[in-house]
């Protein structure tokens, strides 16, 4: 059954808080062909190295994190996006305390 959408405004930063020492999310759109989630990373959280099937697009709310993608560190804060290939490992850690809007598009 497809999910129906209110037409509103979101302030998708507002969606997850910070707990701490937690990593928080808060799944907003969940389709056969991909999904949008919300994350909160308290300062020195992360997600070990893993791979994903389908592209993934983060884009940094708030605070900075280090995003390894094969191997290769990438310092992100708020405004950046990063795009992380499918199929190539990666792994995420806040350097800051951080909330990303993911991204994941199936195909």
């Given at each position: 059954m497809a999910q129906?959408?209110?037409a509103r405004?979101?302030?998708m930063a507002g969606l997850v808080?910070?707990?701490a020492g937690s990593v928080v999310s808060?799944?907003?759109v969940k389709k056969p062909t991909g999904t949008v989630t919300v994350f909160?990373?308290?300062a020195g959280q992360g997600l070990s190295e893993h791979t994903?099937?389908?592209d993934a697009l983060v884009y940094l709310l708030d605070g900075e994190a280090e995003i390894t993608i094969a191997g290769r560190p990438i310092a992100a804060k708020t405004g950046?996006?990063?795009i992380m290939p499918a199929g190539k490992p990666h792994a995420l850690r806040a350097v800051k305390s951080f909330k990303m809007l993911l991204v994941m598009i199936g195909s």
């Open positions: 129906e959408f209110e405004s979101v302030n808080g910070y707990q808060h799944e907003v909160a990373f308290d994903a099937p389908f950046d996006m990063v």
